[in-house]
């Protein structure tokens, strides 16, 4: 990962987002988080989405900071009514479906509308954004190009390919 991927990444999800950015709504996504300094690219993609005016566009986590009392207070600085949250991970599994969008008191939604917020929750993983796809392709083109001893394994479902297991030897 360099800064272009950043950079693509922000691209891919402002635009994703776009029927959302609008003066009164708050654009909330849930990244994973970790104890690790990897969890520095949470902070970083926020920085982005700010400097390319996109105040209104929140980046937290579910396992580390920023967290959901970090996002609540954020977003009370503005005048939003509405929270739109998102999950900022390549599948809406188990946090998507119940830390963010879930109806225990704890979830992500459960604590906005407890402020007062209307939310609604898109249920749509980032591996299922075009954009965000390219990136993986391109890193795994790029991969293979430059080892001279791999083999490609293509699963099939369907007519589709299902996974792609690149072995390297």
């Known amino acids: 990962t360099d800064e272009s991927d950043f950079v693509k990444v922000a691209d891919a999800i402002i635009k994703m987002t776009e029927v959302y950015n609008k003066y009164d709504t708050a654009v909330c996504f849930m990244g994973h988080g970790t104890g690790a300094a990897a969890n520095d690219v949470y902070e970083k993609l926020q920085y982005m989405l700010f400097e390319r005016g996109y105040k209104n566009y929140y980046v937290g986590t579910v ?18 009514g509405e929270v739109v949250l998102l999950p ?27 402020e007062g917020y209307k939310v609604t929750c898109i249920l749509n993983g980032l591996g299922e954004n075009s954009d965000i796809r390219k990136i993986f392709t391109e ?9 001279k001893n791999w083999n490609i394994l293509l699963i099939w479902n369907n007519g589709c390919v299902l996974y792609t297991v690149v072995v390297f030897l």
């Open 63 to 80: 396992e580390a900071k920023p967290d959901i009392d970090d996002l609540i207070k954020c977003v009370k600085k503005g005048s939003y």
């Open 88 to 114: 900022l991970m390549i599948v809406a599994g188990d946090h998507a479906n119940n830390d963010m969008a879930g109806n225990d008191k704890e979830s992500w939604k459960k604590r906005f509308e407890e």
């Open 139 to 147: 890193h795994t083109y790029s991969a293979i190009r430059n080892f």
